[in-house]
């Protein structure tokens, strides 16, 4: 049987050696449960197609602009559920976090007059203390995190209240450069260009480092021809995006800043012992316990993230309103971040998912919002089609799911 095994393990190396291997290895973890990015990046199609037969508007480059620096405020939000998901956890005050933030810049920018880097560097601390705070009542006390962020919702809103005072809105300076980062400064096409380079030429080094690692410990791993052929690929797509968005405005900071969060999440999550514990944990936590992972200081550390992403996504949401008011971080803000988090393909199980699905998600909720808003319908059918979208996300991490279980029994 062990003979059996070895020689069907030393087919499928060989059989992953190129293209037709790495296309075979993609179907084969699909059909055992393991989809990965494909219904959302299916979905988005689909989602886009859409709206551009209903509206020619819909993908031109000025609204793809404008799609991508409304996407980066909540989308780095949920960056930070992201990470909480991934341990099977959930937190419910991201919004009122992010409202907080915002509001504790604005009173320490405008209304102390402190540099405006100082505020920031505040408003960021005051939101790794509450993922601190969250932490210690998970771990000491066993609340569970629903309950202790539902109560640090309301709590946070209310103080957030507080901070605003009587005036209940405090505008920023429209000439400061925190406001031109979120709404005039856009990264020159030269330099847009020399990013998608970057980024092309890190996916192939990352990506060939990891495979002569899998090759060192006897595992299966990609051939130079699939990492060549991936690193181009995407390559031409960053291309082709940096040249479609410059015919209007090009590509904003504030969105390569959200692009850049996500890739350094990815890389601390598929990368390093942290990420692999974080997985570790979510999977299993009884398992990740017995093999000396410190179960409580992962806690508290996807706690720690998940606020202070709240609290960068507060302020960045503040400087692209330029002003921070009562329904900061209100509305729609924690539902969208959770459902941008879900969408992505993260596992409200925990142990599946990637930085990445907070990008993804985040374009699809974006891209609903817009293309309805350009059809003149009313923001409770928006509602309704991200409800709906969302619980098709959830039902296909059900089954897919249920198809690893069963197929690993197999």
């Keep these: 049987?062990?003979?059996?095994?070895?020689?069907?393990?030393?087919?499928?190396?060989?059989?992953?050696?190129?293209?037709?291997?790495?296309?075979?290895?993609?179907?084969?973890?699909?059909?055992?449960?393991?989809?990965?990015?494909?219904?959302?990046?299916?979905?988005?199609?689909?989602?886009?197609?859409?709206?551009?037969?209903?509206?020619?508007?819909?993908?031109?480059?000025?609204?793809?602009?404008?799609?991508?620096?409304?996407?980066?405020?909540?989308?780095?939000?949920?960056?930070?559920?992201?990470?909480?998901?991934?341990?099977?956890?959930?937190?419910?005050?991201?919004?009122?976090?992010?409202?907080?933030?915002g509001a504790v810049l604005a009173v320490l920018f405008v209304g102390q007059g402190l540099p405006v880097w100082l505020a920031i560097l505040a408003s960021v601390l005051m939101g790794a203390v509450v993922g601190w705070l969250y932490g210690q009542l998970f771990n000491r006390f066993g609340v569970p995190s629903f309950v202790i962020t539902l109560a640090g919702l309301l709590a946070f809103l209310g103080l957030q209240l507080y901070v605003l005072g009587t005036k209940?809105?405090?505008?920023?300076?429209?000439?400061?450069?925190?406001?031109n980062f979120a709404q005039l400064d856009f990264v020159p096409a030269g330099l847009s260009y020399a990013f998608a380079v970057i980024a092309a030429v890190w996916l192939f080094v990352s990506g060939h480092l990891h495979a002569r690692e899998r090759r060192k410990a006897g595992l299966s791993a990609r051939s130079l021809s699939t990492l060549v052929v991936r690193s181009a690929a995407l390559l031409v797509v960053l291309a082709v995006m940096v040249w479609y968005l410059g015919q209007t405005r090009g590509v904003g900071w504030m969105f390569v800043f959200f692009v850049a969060l996500v890739l350094i999440m990815h890389y601390l999550l598929s990368r390093t012992k942290w990420g692999r514990a974080v997985y570790a944990v979510g999977g299993n936590v009884e398992a990740a316990r017995r093999a000396g992972i410190n179960v409580r200081s992962i806690y508290t550390?996807?706690?720690?993230?998940?606020?202070?992403?709240?609290?960068?996504?507060?302020?960045?949401?503040?400087?692209?309103?330029?002003?921070?008011?009562?329904?900061?971080?209100a509305g729609d803000v924690n539902l969208n971040a959770i459902a941008a988090a879900v969408i992505g393909g993260t596992s409200l199980f925990g142990g599946r998912g990637t930085a990445f699905g907070a990008l993804l998600g985040i374009i699809v909720i974006q891209s609903i919002s817009s293309g309805l808003t350009l059809l003149n319908l009313d923001s409770s059918i928006r509602f309704v089609v991200t409800g709906a979208v969302l619980l098709l996300a959830v039902i296909v991490d059900s089954v897919s799911r249920r198809s690893r279980t069963s197929h690993g029994r197999a």
């Excluded at 949920?78 to 976090?97: E, K, R």
């Design 1 to 101: 049987m062990s003979a059996i095994t070895t020689d069907r393990q030393d087919e499928r190396l060989k059989n992953r050696d190129g293209l037709r291997g790495a296309v075979a290895d993609v179907l084969e973890r699909a059909r055992g449960g393991d989809l990965g990015v494909i219904p959302v990046v299916v979905g988005l199609i689909v989602i886009w197609s859409v709206f551009q037969i209903l509206n020619p508007i819909f993908l031109s480059s000025a609204n793809l602009v404008n799609l991508t620096l409304e996407s980066a405020a909540v989308g780095v939000i949920a960056l930070g559920i992201v990470c909480v998901l991934l341990v099977g956890q959930i937190d419910l005050s991201v919004g009122s976090v992010s409202g907080l933030s």
């Design 168 to 179: 209940g809105s405090i505008n920023l300076p429209f000439d400061s450069g925190l406001v």
């Design 301 to 329: 550390s996807v706690f720690v993230l998940c606020s202070t992403f709240a609290a960068v996504g507060g302020i960045l949401a503040a400087a692209r309103l330029a002003a921070a008011n009562q329904s900061s971080g």
